[in-house]
T-cell receptor, first 115, second 116 residues
Framework: AQSVAQPEDQVNVAEGNPLTVKCTYS??????LFWYVQYPNRGLQFLLK??????LVKGSYGFEAEFNKSQTSFHLKKPSALVSDSALYFC?????????????FGKGTRLSVIA | EAGVAQSPRYKIIEKRQSVAFWCNPI?????LYWYQQILGQGPKLLIQ????????DSQLPKDRFSAERLKGVDSTLKIQPAKLEDSAVYLC??????????????FGPGTRLTVL
C-alpha cells in the first residue's frame, strides 16, 4: 500500500528565511512524487513533481524539492520565504507501473510566513 | 486555458437529504477524478474516470454515493441520502492522459458541503 507522511502540521518561518516542508513516502518500487499547494477557498495547485533523473526538482514560484531514495523523502524547499507563500502544502505519491493505483496525499502542512 | 469548473461552491443540507455536484474538466482532458477532503486531512479519491468509463470506484460508498461522466466530458457526483460525516469539500480534478501516468492533476475550486 502507498502512504505519505507529513510529520509537521504547521511550519512557521520568518520572511526572507529558507523554508523546508517535510515529506516521507512508502511505495512498492519507484515513485512518482508531487507537491501541491492550497490557498484558502481554492483547489489544489500543482507545484512540482519528480518522475526520474535529477534528484533536485525545480518548480513554480521558486520552490524546489529533493528526492532521496535511501531516506524515502521528498522535502519541499525554498531559499527565501515570502509572506505570500503562506498556504497549505500537500505531498502526494503514486507508484510507477502501478496500473490504476490512485494518487495518495499526505494530510498537509500549513506554512505560515511571518513578516 | 480555462480551469476546472465546479458548482455549486457551497451547499448546506440536512441529513437524509440528497445533493448533487457538477464538474466540467479542462477541455481535452481524458481523465477526471472526484476527491473528498475532510477538514484537516488530505484529499481522498472517491472515483476516477477515463473518458466516460469508470477506472476505479473502490473508495466510493456506493450505498449512498454515485457518479457519472456522460459523453466523457462533464461529470456529476450525487449523495443520497447524506449523513453528517459527509460534510467535506468535494474536489474535482482532471489530467491529460491515462490514469496511471505521471501527469499532474488540475483541480477545481471545490464544493464545500455542510450536512446538518
Amino acid at each position: 500500500a502507498q502512504s505519505v507522511a507529513q510529520p509537521e502540521d504547521q511550519v512557521n518561518v520568518a520572511e526572507g528565511n529558507p523554508l523546508t516542508v517535510k515529506c516521507t513516502y512508502s511505495v512498492s518500487g519507484n515513485p512518482y512524487l508531487f507537491w501541491y499547494v492550497q490557498y484558502p477557498n481554492r483547489g489544489l495547485q500543482f507545484l512540482l513533481k519528480y518522475i526520474t533523473g535529477d534528484n533536485l526538482v525545480k518548480g513554480s514560484y521558486g520552490f524546489e524539492a529533493e528526492f532521496n531514495k535511501s531516506q524515502t523523502s521528498f522535502h519541499l524547499k525554498k531559499p527565501s520565504a515570502l509572506v505570500s507563500d503562506s498556504a497549505l502544502y500537500f505531498c502526494a505519491v503514486r507508484a510507477r507501473n502501478s496500473g490504476n493505483t490512485p494518487l495518495v496525499f499526505g494530510k498537509g502542512t500549513r506554512l505560515s510566513v511571518i513578516a | 486555458e480555462a480551469g476546472v469548473a465546479q458548482s455549486p461552491r457551497y451547499k448546506i443540507i440536512e441529513k437524509r437529504q440528497s445533493v448533487a455536484f457538477w464538474c466540467n474538466p479542462i477541455s481535452g482532458h481524458a481523465t477526471l477524478y472526484w476527491y473528498q477532503q475532510i477538514l484537516g486531512q488530505g484529499p481522498k479519491l472517491l472515483i476516477q474516470f477515463q473518458n466516460n468509463g469508470v477506472v476505479d470506484d473502490s473508495q466510493l460508498p456506493k450505498d449512498r454515493f454515485s457518479a457519472e461522466r456522460l459523453k466523457g466530458v462533464d461529470s456529476t457526483l450525487k449523495i443520497q441520502p447524506a449523513k453528517l460525516e459527509d460534510s467535506a469539500v468535494y474536489l474535482c480534478a482532471s489530467s491529460r492522459n491515462r490514469v496511471s501516468s505521471y501527469n499532474e492533476q488540475f483541480f477545481g475550486p471545490g464544493t464545500r458541503l455542510t450536512v446538518l
